[in-house]
C-alpha cells in the first residue's frame, strides 16, 4: 500500500487544478480507457477555461441553475469544473435516465440551462447547451477573470432522495466540497502516483465528488471503466491503483473470471465496493479472484463516507459494513435519541466534518434528519460486540407482519447464503389482511437449478414467520447501474409471479 502525502494541504478542487496545473503540468491528471485518450493538468485547465469562457457567452450566470447530461464523462468533467470556477450552479442529470425522466427532472429542479452532448427534449424555460469534445478543444477564448471564489455559495447541487422517497436538492457550498475532499483523502491511502477509477457513469455524485477529490489532492483518475469486461485489459494497461465499483459488476467480475484474470490486478492497492451492502462471501470471493485489498465503504451524500469493511481484522458478520472511520462518528440510538447498546437495534445516526446542515428547500420535512449537529439516515442497524456497524435496511422499509417487525436486509442476508442464489431484494408489499407482506426476487447462479418452493422452504427453515410471503425467481434482480434496487420493478415481478402461480392453481 501507498503511504498518505505528508503534507495535508487544504485545496479547494478548482484550486488543486490551478496549483497541479503548474507544479505538475506536464502529468496526466485523467485518462478516457474509452478513447484511449490522455489528458495533462495543464491541458484540463486550459479545456476548463474554455468551457467556463463558452458557458459564460452563453449567458450563464451564479444566479442560474445550469444541468448536465453528457455521454462524453471527460465533457461531463469539464463542464462541471468550468461551473465551479465560474461560480455557476449546476447539478449532474444521470445519463442512464429516460428522455421523459429527464425532462420531467429539468422541469422540476427549474434548470435554466442544460448541457448536453446527446437530444434531449426540454421543457419550457430551459435553454439547450453543447459542445462536442472536438468543438471544446478548438474553441477560441479570451480569459475569464472570474472574482474568487465565494467559499459559502453554492458549487452544485446533488439530486437525492431520503427517507420519504421525494426528490430533493442537496446544496454542496464551496466549504463543504473542500471538507469533505479533506475527509475522503485524509481516510484513503492515497499518493501522488494514486489512478483512481470508480466503475459506474460520472453523470452519479460519487464519481464526480471523487475527480473533486482527486483534483483537492493531486493526484489522477482514470474514466469510462463502466463495463466489467473490460476491466482486468484496463487495470493493468492503466495502472489503477484504487476502484470504486458496485456489487452487481462484483458479483458479475467473479462469476465471469473467477481467479484466472487475477494478475491483470495486481496494480489495486484498494478495491472498495460500495452503494449497497456488500454479503461476506461476496467479499472473500474478491479476495480470492480480484485483490486482497478489497473493503466496503457505508455513508451517504448528506455526510460523505463514515464506515469501511476492510475485514482485515476481524470476521466479517452478515449485514456487516464495518467500523466507523473515527470513534463517535457514527452512533445507534433509539427513540429517544439515546446511544444503544450492543446488539440492540436502533437508527443509525453520522456526524462528520464535511457534513450538509439541510436541502436546499428550508420547507421540506426531511430537514428534521438534521438536528444536534447529527445526519439521522434513516437506516436501521446495532454494533457487534467488536463493534461492527450491522445494517438491517432502511427504517421506512420496516414491515410489520402479524406484529412482528421484519426489516428486507434480515431477509435477504438469510437467502443469500444458500448456494444457489446470487441476489435478492425484498421489499414490502401491500395486503389487504395483513397491510404488508414480505416479497422478493431472487437471481440464481448460472446453472442452479432451484425451484420458488424450495428457496420459500429454505427460508422458512431458517426464519420461520419473518420468512417471505411472496418470492420469484427472475433471471436478474432489477437494478440500476450503481446496483441500487428499482423497487416498482421488484414489485412489478412479484405480482406477475402471483397472477401466474393463481393461473396454475387454477388449471389444477
Given amino acids: 500500500m501507498t503511504e498518505q502525502n505528508a503534507t495535508a494541504v487544504s485545496r479547494g478542487p478548482i484550486e488543486g487544478l490551478q496549483y497541479y496545473a503548474e507544479a505538475k503540468a506536464h502529468q496526466l491528471f485523467v485518462i478516457d480507457s474509452v478513447s484511449n485518450t490522455g489528458?495533462?493538468?495543464a491541458e484540463v485547465y486550459g479545456l476548463v477555461c474554455r468551457m467556463d469562457h463558452y458557458l459564460q457567452s452563453a449567458g450563464c450566470t451564479s444566479k442560474d441553475r445550469l444541468a448536465i447530461s453528457c455521454a462524453d464523462e471527460i465533457v461531463t468533467l469539464i463542464?462541471?469544473?468550468?461551473?465551479?470556477?465560474?461560480?455557476?450552479?449546476?447539478?449532474l442529470l444521470p445519463f442512464y435516465l429516460s428522455p421523459t425522466q429527464k425532462a420531467n427532472t429539468l422541469a422540476q429542479m427549474g434548470a435554466h440551462y442544460l448541457f448536453t452532448d446527446?437530444?434531449?427534449?426540454t421543457p419550457p424555460g430551459t435553454q439547450l447547451l453543447g459542445l462536442s469534445r472536438g468543438a471544446l478543444s478548438a474553441y477560441t477564448y479570451g480569459v475569464q477573470n472570474n472574482p474568487a471564489i465565494d467559499e459559502e455559495a453554492i458549487g452544485f447541487f446533488v439530486l437525492g432522495s431520503g427517507t420519504t422517497g421525494a426528490s430533493k436538492l442537496m446544496p454542496f457550498s464551496h466549504r463543504i466540497i473542500r471538507q469533505r475532499a479533506d475527509w475522503a483523502n485524509a481516510h484513503t491511502d492515497i499518493s501522488e502516483h494514486t489512478r483512481y477509477s470508480v466503475t459506474v457513469h460520472l453523470t452519479f455524485s460519487s464519481p464526480f465528488f471523487r475527480s473533486l477529490y482527486a483534483l483537492a489532492g493531486g493526484y489522477s483518475i482514470v474514466l469510462g471503466?463502466?463495463?466489467?469486461?473490460r476491466f482486468p485489459q484496463a487495470v493493468a494497461q492503466y495502472q489503477v491503483t484504487h476502484m470504486l465499483s458496485t456489487v452487481l459488476q462484483m458479483e458479475q467480475l467473479v462469476s465471469t473470471f473467477d481467479?484466472?484474470?487475477?494478475?491483470?490486478?495486481?496494480?489495486?492497492?484498494?478495491?472498495?465496493?460500495?452503494?449497497s451492502t456488500v454479503h461476506p462471501d461476496l467479499l472473500t470471493a474478491i479476495k480470492r479472484c480480484i485483490t486482497p485489498y478489497a473493503c466496503n465503504s457505508y455513508g451517504c451524500n448528506e455526510t460523505g463516507g463514515a464506515a469501511r469493511l476492510d475485514g482485515e481484522a476481524y470476521i466479517a458478520l452478515p449485514g456487516s459494513v464495518g467500523k466507523p472511520y473515527e470513534e463517535g462518528s457514527v452512533e445507534v440510538v433509539d427513540k429517544m435519541d439515546c446511544p444503544v447498546?450492543?446488539?440492540?437495534?436502533?437508527?443509525?445516526?453520522?456526524k462528520?466534518?464535511?457534513?450538509?446542515?439541510?436541502?436546499?428547500?428550508?420547507?421540506?420535512p426531511d430537514n428534521a434528519n438534521f438536528r444536534d449537529g447529527w445526519f439521522y439516515t434513516g437506516d436501521v442497524g446495532y454494533f457487534s460486540d467488536d463493534g461492527q456497524l450491522i445494517h438491517l435496511g432502511r427504517g421506512d422499509h420496516l414491515m410489520i407482519f402479524n406484529g412482528i417487525n421484519i426489516y428486507p436486509a434480515e431477509i435477504e442476508q438469510t437467502l443469500l447464503t444458500h448456494p444457489a442464489v446470487k441476489d435478492v431484494a425484498v421489499v414490502p408489499i401491500k395486503h389487504k389482511l395483513h397491510q404488508e407482506v414480505p416479497g422478493c426476487v431472487v437471481s440464481l447462479v448460472a446453472g442452479a437449478q432451484m425451484s420458488e418452493m424450495a428457496l420459500k422452504r429454505f427460508a422458512a427453515?431458517?426464519?420461520?414467520?419473518?420468512?417471505?410471503?411472496?418470492?420469484?425467481?427472475a433471471e436478474s434482480v432489477p437494478r440500476n447501474p450503481q446496483g441500487k434496487i428499482i423497487r416498482s420493478e421488484i414489485v412489478r415481478l412479484i405480482a406477475s409471479g402471483v397472477v401466474q402461480d393463481q393461473a396454475v392453481r387454477a388449471q389444477a
Avoid at 463542464?79 to 447539478?91: D, E, T
Fill in 39 to 41: 489528458y495533462t493538468w
Fill in 79 to 91: 463542464a462541471g469544473l468550468a461551473c465551479l470556477k465560474a461560480g455557476i450552479p449546476f447539478f
Fill in 118 to 121: 446527446h437530444e434531449i427534449e
Fill in 225 to 229: 471503466l463502466l463495463d466489467v469486461r
Fill in 259 to 275: 481467479n484466472t484474470k487475477k494478475a491483470a490486478f495486481l496494480s489495486l492497492e484498494q478495491l472498495s465496493v460500495s452503494f
Fill in 341 to 350: 447498546s450492543a446488539n440492540a437495534r436502533g437508527s443509525i445516526r453520522i
Fill in 352 to 364: 462528520t466534518p464535511c457534513m450538509l446542515e439541510g436541502y436546499a428547500d428550508p420547507d421540506l
Fill in 461 to 473: 427453515d431458517l426464519l420461520g414467520a419473518k420468512a417471505p410471503a411472496l418470492l420469484t425467481i
